[in-house]
Every structure is written in C-alpha cells, then in structure tokens.
C-alpha cells in the first residue's frame, strides 16, 4: 500500500495533460482529445502489458512503468509545443497500461483471500487520498511556480517509488537468501 500511495503521489489527475496541451495551444474545444490520445494508448498497451506481468518479475514490470512515467512527466516538464505535450501525454498513456493491472494484481496477490476485498477496499482508499493530495500539490505548484514544476515534482516522487520498489525487492530477496528461521535478522 506504501509504494501505491508514492507512486499515485506522482500520479496526479490526468486534468493537469488537458491543461498543459491548452498551455500550449490546443483549443479547449479540443481539450477531449487530450483524454482520448492518453486512453488509446492505454487500451492498446493493456493487454501486452497484462500478458508480460504473467511472465515478467512485477518487480521489474513495475520498475519499466514508473520509468515511462518519469518520462512522460519530463516531457511534460520540458518539451516545447503540442508535439511535446502529446509525446507526454502518450507516455502517460503507456505508464497506465504497464501499472494498473499489475497494481490490482499485487493486490490481489498479497492479499489473504478471505480479505482480498478489504484490501482492495483499503488499497482504493489510500491511493484515492493520495491522488487528491497529490493533485492539491500539482495545482498550488502550477499556479505559484509553472507547469514545468508540477510534472518535475511527478518525476521527483515516480523516482521516489522506483526506490521503494527497489528497496523493497532487495529486502525480500535478502529475507529469502537468510537461511535462519523467518528470515533476516539484526544480531
């Protein structure tokens, strides 16, 4: 649940693309098309992204997702124009499809199954209240700093989760690789 509340933290509302295409010239009659390019990509990456998570290490799945999505916050933060803008926000798009699934499937998969509904319950809960004080932050630092520092905040705590991730990963491996009675333990 730690690691999703950090990586929602870095996900904030898709509203702040709409906003950063019309910052850079699309005409808010146009502003759907900003939802529809991020959920393109999100529907055709969904399944190859789905069928990978039944091969790969979600460790790694998980690790190649948040990367995406550093990058869709930098193109964000830093790519001029529309082109720029839409770079991003099919980035964004491409991170959905590699993380969702693989999320609910964590889920369910460290859940016991006599509370598996409970702890998707409790996984919705805490990421819902980190998206909105995730959005609460990208828009006080919209407004008083620029576009450029909401999606670099996004950047700064995606690679604050890969860490998690990563930390996480090696702490489990070394508990496995300790041949002592549960696990690794401090002297």
Partial sequence: VAIGVVFTLARFSEAFLVLK????????????????AMN??????????????????????????LAVLIGADLMLAFAPGLSGAFLGIALWGAHMALTQGLLAKLVAQH???TLRGSA?????LAT???????????GVLWERIGSAATFAAGAGFAVLA???????ALTRRAGRDDPSPGGAHLP
Avoid: C, I, K
């Fill in 21 to 36: 295409a019309h910052d850079e010239g699309l005409p808010l009659a146009l502003a759907p098309l900003v939802l529809v």
């Fill in 40 to 65: 393109v990509v999100y529907s055709l990456g969904a399944y190859p992204a789905g069928a990978w998570s039944d091969q790969a290490s979600p460790t790694r799945l998980l690790l190649v997702g």
């Fill in 111 to 113: 859940a016991p199954a």
């Fill in 120 to 124: 998707f319950g409790l996984f919705n």
């Fill in 128 to 138: 819902g209240v980190a998206m909105l004080v995730a959005s609460v932050v990208a």
């Fill in 162 to 168: 890969a860490l998690l991730v990563t930390v996480s």
